[in-house]
């Protein structure tokens, strides 16, 4: 069994500012992928960035990126100079090869002016 | 045109009632999954299908059934809903193999009300 656990139900950040969102995951396979996905109002479930276990190098999309510590099996998301459109439901979610995605319970992200 | 369809989109019905919440896919995935979001607990698996003859259970099948016409169209059925089964509903598919190997292609969602 693989478990998600996002421990930060809230989180609130000002624009322009940096604000790291955290996601610990256990499994005891090797081969598997980590997602951040971003939910806004509209409830579309939208890919904000993945990263290959079997790779080092973390993983960056523009303003997004991680910082993926596989012994300590933490994947946490960095978002840089936030912008009011990133304001949304974040979910951190695992994927065995083969199987399907298991998601934490999800971080809501306020942005203020 | 968007590749992962779910109809309907909003849904109310009464306790008791059976009800079907059908997605189609034009990605050409052989896989497809359905989860149910509640608030505060994320996304959970209900169902999913590697193809038309294999079919899973999720962690949380009980009071649902799914099936798989074509490779293209997953449906999920409630076959006497209630009131606990009020959710958010997402069909998702995706491929294997590939440079975006494991990527999941989430439907819009249906929202389900059961009164």
């Known amino acids: 069994a693989q478990t998600v656990t996002q421990s930060q139900p809230e989180m609130s950040v000002q624009e322009a500012e940096t604000v790291t969102l955290s996601c610990t995951y256990d499994?005891?396979?090797?081969?598997?992928?980590l997602f951040w996905y971003k939910q806004p109002p509209s409830r579309q479930m939208i890919l904000v960035i993945r990263q290959e276990a079997y790779k080092q190098q973390n993983a960056t999309e523009n303003r997004f990126s991680v910082n993926f510590q596989k012994a300590a099996k933490s994947f946490s998301l960095k978002i840089s100079d936030s912008q009011l459109g990133d304001a949304a439901m974040y979910f951190c979610?695992?994927?065995?090869?083969?199987?399907?995605?298991?998601f934490g319970k999800g971080t809501s992200l306020l942005v203020t002016p | 045109d968007a590749d992962v369809t779910q109809t309907p989109r909003n849904r109310i019905t009464k306790t008791g009632k059976r009800i079907m919440l059908e997605c189609s896919q034009t990605?050409?995935?052989?896989?497809m999954y359905w989860y149910r979001q509640d608030p505060g607990l994320g996304l959970r698996l209900i169902y999913y299908s590697f193809d038309v003859k294999d079919i899973n259970k999720g962690e949380i099948s009980d009071g649902y059934s799914v099936s798989r016409q074509a490779q293209a169209k997953f449906s999920l059925s409630l076959e006497s809903a209630i009131p606990n089964q009020t959710a958010l509903y997402f069909c998702a598919t995706i491929p294997f193999g590939g440079l975006k190997s494991y990527e999941q292609y989430f439907g819009p969602g249906t929202r389900l009300t059961v009164t």
């Open positions: 990605k050409g995935h052989d896989r």
């Open positions: 499994t005891s396979e090797s081969d598997y992928y």
């Open positions: 979610a695992c994927l065995l090869a083969g199987y399907a995605l298991n």
